[in-house]
């Protein structure tokens, strides 16, 4: 099993629409969760952290289940400029800085 | 942004080639990281570095030699080289590694064709 899995798209959609990315997980001592965003031929930069009590920033919500280790991201009146690749992380748990890249879901967003 | 800078941006190598790859942080953090992201693949972790002392070694080849002059500035050099090896390497900062919650700044990469 991969230790932070994501659906790899990619994702088609119209401007405006609203989209979901699951992410699931399988260290369950992991601490902290985040999204990342890499456009194409560039270095990931964060785009949020994720709480246990969910976030939002703008257009985006995170959401956190440490049950099902499972973390979403919603994406809500999807613009031009979310096209890119969006990375869920997670760190290691107990062995501090080391973070878990998933492989990535790919926003193709149209207009 | 010129937060964490990676020289060369390209590089193409021979196997029997010696080349170093440069980062450099200005953000006055502690940590630094080397990263492999190969097409299709999650980034992988190679080395970190906790105030200039190697913490993390991910069983990375010994073909891949890091170093760690100062907090400011690692390098990552890189003898007989495989094909497989060809990939994008990235560089990271963060303030510190204890807690894991920090965010990690990324250069731009080294984009590596090894021939």
């Known amino acids: 099993r991969k230790e932070v899995e994501q659906d790899p798209g990619p994702f088609n959609v119209p401007e405006g629409a609203t989209v979901a990315f699951n992410c699931t997980y399988s260290n369950s001592a992991s601490q902290s969760f985040f999204w990342y965003r890499q456009d194409c031929r560039k270095e990931p930069k964060l785009l949020m952290s994720?709480?246990?009590s969910g976030n939002e920033d703008g257009r985006f919500t995170a959401q956190l289940n440490r049950a099902s280790q499972y973390i979403s991201l919603l994406i809500r009146d999807s613009k031009l400029s979310d096209s890119a690749t969006y990375l869920c992380?997670?760190?290691?748990?107990?062995?501090?800085?080391?973070?878990?890249f998933g492989q990535g879901t790919e926003l193709s967003v149209k207009p | 942004e010129t937060g964490v800078t990676q020289t060369p941006r390209h590089l193409v190598m021979g196997m029997t080639n010696k080349k170093s790859l440069k980062c450099e942080q200005h953000l006055g953090h502690n940590a630094m990281y080397w990263y492999k992201q190969s097409a299709k693949k999650p980034l992988e972790l190679m080395f970190v570095y906790s105030l200039e002392e190697r913490v993390e070694n991910n069983s990375v080849p010994s073909r891949f030699s890091p170093e760690c002059p100062n907090s400011s500035h690692l390098f990552l050099h890189l003898h007989t080289l495989q094909p497989e090896d060809s990939a994008l390497y990235l560089c990271?900062?963060?303030?510190?590694?204890?807690?894991?919650?920090?965010?990690?700044?990324f250069g731009p990469g080294t984009r590596l064709l090894v021939l």
């Open positions: 992380v997670v760190n290691e748990g107990n062995q501090g800085g080391k973070l878990i």
């Open positions: 990271a900062s963060s303030q510190d590694t204890t807690t894991g919650a920090e965010t990690q700044y």
């Open positions: 994720v709480y246990s």
